[in-house]
């Protein structure tokens, strides 16, 4: 494409003329390049037809929603030209598309909402810091006068018409009352909800109460417009600064929805049909051939989520829902497009940076004094997305987009759902009640806070393990690693002892299922930091190596706990299936490439591994991966690594003479001084891909990351 100025939003061709739209291009007809329709369409009654492609050559979206996603995903590459489309609306949603990311992208250079945080060495920070004697920055933002008028100007009324297009096609998807509750339940029963149970529940009632006239089937393209109408002149309004509970509510519930809450909804109902068991996924959804495909459901609703979000890119700023349905779009996509794809990658990216732009990382520092309850919320939306971020930079072995040091640290308090809805003076007395010193609850009920304290610990024990592991003096990183894991042991010891996993205790596998996986996949994380700092270069010394293989080991056998336990934790397969991926894999795969060293090298080998044990956990491991769906994302990396431990246990199990007998006179007396790297390729049968070899080699796994892009 040309660098030439677009004329009449139109990018221009090589040859300086305006692009055409497909109908007028295919017939090598002269183009009257209108927006949103040309004139020869118009006369041609083609006009459903008439969309600009950017490059008519490539792939199309087959659907609204789907453009989408490819308009979001693809980011400002796509605002060369418009995306066509086809289904419902296919010429609105195409057009929209286009010009709403355009209209973004350029009205973000000019403008810089009040809302948005902004820190001491920002371009304002000199005004701000002496506003008593200058009074407000008005010169450098934006009023929410002037942004209105700009909105209402008259040469936007045909793009305020597409963005109805996409906002009633948004609609239309929206599941049907019942089902929507019975999703809603699903979630609530078997998810780790970070988000107010009250509220959200409230909202969806809210939803169905005014608007469930536009809702009820049959739903009529007309009520459609009309609600996505509302719901676009709501993104207008700015979020209110909220002191009470029911300020909070009132903000984007009833006539005040926002396109924030229905995407939010959206990507809730896609991770309550991905998490749910086969037994039940076609019982929970429409007998109707687009539902009965768990993923491709969920992947309808995150399109549908994704959509909501390009609406709410033309608000005046970032505000904590956005960040919400951000957060859920990236938990979404980790079921059905796995925890390393570089999708997710980008979105968790885009997260990262709205968390930084809305000032979450600084704490209080950056709210004006809201209501207890409104602060501890956004207290857990950094702390679900700090978690996040480490667990994703852990998986990948990248740098972490948030950082402990750029962080206001701050725990969210262990009070209930309830308990938070309280007026400050209530809740102040609560708190002195229920509360110890150091936030936790003095009684054994766990919260959604509880699980998000106990895991924000790990993580920043984690962000300080990343650092030492990633970063560029990781020569050097054993002089603090003794510093570091001594505190790790400690904060976990710290933890109340209701969620901590007691294995000697002859009554914790009899716990409740959730609680029994809430202390397992906790235990975990803590053995995840200790086996991450014992696999970090050392003095070479045997005894590091030896405590590595001793904590792969524990890993190892708490896996086998769940795996021992899958009928109790049938409503539990997110977390179950996560454990096997995240911890499961790393410390398998650890284990079993030792023992193939200690089979073929027996009498070199150093270290003290319990062959017959490991063997035996190893066995049970592989039907581990096996259980794994194939709807799930991680299903071609279990896939893989099942395959991989399968051969090696294939040479271990091998009569020790079928080694000695490859063993000459000559290559007895070259025999090693120590055990040698082994080649992992050599496991794998002739008939095998040579791809995959080449990846297996390239997979170390005991030193750097264990995910390879392969």
């Given amino acids: 494409m040309s660098s030439s100025p677009p004329v009449n939003g139109l990018p221009l061709r090589r040859n300086g003329k305006p692009q055409s739209c497909e109908p007028c291009r295919k017939a090598k007809a002269a183009c009257g390049h209108e927006l949103p ?209 029911g300020e909070w509510l009132e903000s984007f519930t009833g006539n005040r929805l926002r396109w924030e ?159 938070l ?50 970063g560029p003096d990781i020569g050097s990183s054993y002089m603090r690693r003794d510093d570091v894991k001594q505190r790790s042991e400690q904060a976990y010891a710290n933890l109340p002892a209701h969620i901590r996993l007691e294995p000697e205790d002859p009554m914790f596998l009899q716990i409740p299922s959730d609680m029994l996986i809430l202390r397992v996949n906790l235990s975990l994380e803590f053995l995840l930091n200790r086996f991450l700092l014992e696999r970090l270069p050392d003095d070479g010394s045997q005894q590091n190596k030896q405590d590595m293989l001793n904590t792969a080991k524990e890993m190892l056998d708490r896996i086998i706990i769940l795996s021992a336990n899958r009928d109790r934790l049938h409503e539990h397969q997110v977390g179950f299936s996560w454990a096997i991926v995240y911890f499961g894999i790393p410390s398998a795969g650890v284990l079993a490439v030792e023992l193939l060293k200690q089979s073929k090298y027996p009498h070199l080998y150093p270290l003290t591994l319990p062959r017959s044990e490991v063997i035996q956990n190893l066995s049970i491991f592989i039907g581990c991966l096996g259980s794994i769906r194939p709807t799930q994302g991680n299903y071609t990396l279990c896939v893989r690594m099942r395959k991989v431990i399968r051969r090696i246990l294939d040479q271990v199990l091998e009569p020790v003479s079928a080694f000695n007998s490859q063993l000459t006179p000559t290559s007895m007396e070259a025999e090693p001084q120590f055990v040698p790297d082994i080649d992992i390729s050599s496991v794998m049968g002739p008939t095998d891909d040579p791809d995959f070899a080449e990846w297996l080699n390239s997979v170390d796994w005991t030193k750097g990351p264990w995910v390879n892009s392969y």
Avoid at 439 to 454: F, L, N, P, Y
Wanted: charged letters at 20%; glycine letters at 4%.
């Fill in 37 to 245: 329709i040309c004139q020869r369409c118009r006369r041609r009654n083609t006009a459903d037809q008439c969309t600009y492609h950017p490059a008519p050559l490539t792939r199309l979206p087959t659907s609204p929603l789907e453009a989408a996603r490819v308009q979001k995903k693809a980011g400002s590459t796509m605002n060369t030209g418009v995306t066509r489309n086809h289904g419902h609306h296919a010429n609105g949603v195409s057009n929209l598309l286009f010009l709403v990311n355009q209209r973004v992208q350029d009205s973000e250079d000019i403008r810089v909402s009040s809302s948005e945080f902004l820190g001491p060495t920002s371009f304002s920070a000199v005004f701000r810091d002496n506003q008593a004697n200058i009074g407000e920055d008005l010169l450098m933002m934006q009023s929410e006068e002037e942004l209105s008028s700009e909105i209402n100007n008259e040469q936007d009324q045909w793009w305020k018409s597409e963005r109805l297009s996409l906002g009633s096609g948004i609609l239309k998807h929206f599941p049907e009352q019942p089902l929507c509750w019975r999703l809603i339940t699903r979630h609530i029963t078997s998810c780790d909800v970070e988000l107010h149970i009250p509220s959200m529940k409230y909202c969806l009632e809210s939803i169905w109460a005014t608007y469930g006239d536009f809702l009820n089937e049959p739903r009529s393209q007309e009520s459609l417009t009309t609600m996505a109408q509302t719901i676009l002149r709501n993104e207008l309004v700015p979020i209110p600064n909220c002191r009470s509970t």
């Fill in 421 to 470: 809805m309280a007026d400050d003076d209530t809740l102040k007395v609560i708190m002195d009640t229920k509360l110890d010193a150091n936030g936790w609850r003095k009684d054994t009920i766990v919260t959604q806070s509880t699980t998000g304290r106990a895991w924000m610990i790990m993580a920043m024990i984690r962000d300080e393990i990343l650092e030492l592991s990633l």
């Fill in 261 to 419: 809450i229905i995407g939010t909804f959206f990507a809730i109902f896609g991770l309550a049909v991905m998490t749910m068991p086969d037994m039940n996924s076609n019982s929970l959804v429409k007998e109707d051939e687009t539902f009965k495909d768990r993923r491709k459901y969920a992947r309808k609703m995150s399109e549908c989520a994704e959509a909501c979000l390009i609406l709410c890119d033309d608000s005046s700023a970032v505000n904590e829902y956005v960040v919400w349905l951000m957060h859920h779009i990236h938990t979404l996509n980790t079921y059905y497009s796995g925890d390393a794809s570089r999708q997710l990658w980008r979105r968790h990216g885009a997260l990262a940076s709205a968390i930084t732009s809305l000032g979450l990382h600084r704490g209080s520092d950056a709210t004006n004094s809201p209501s207890t309850m409104v602060a501890e919320l956004r207290k857990l939306i950094f702390t679900a997305a700090f978690i996040q971020d480490k667990q994703l930079a852990t998986f990948t072995g990248r740098p972490p987009a948030l950082s402990r040091r750029y962080s206001v640290y701050q725990l969210p308090l262990d009070l209930t759902d309830v308990e």
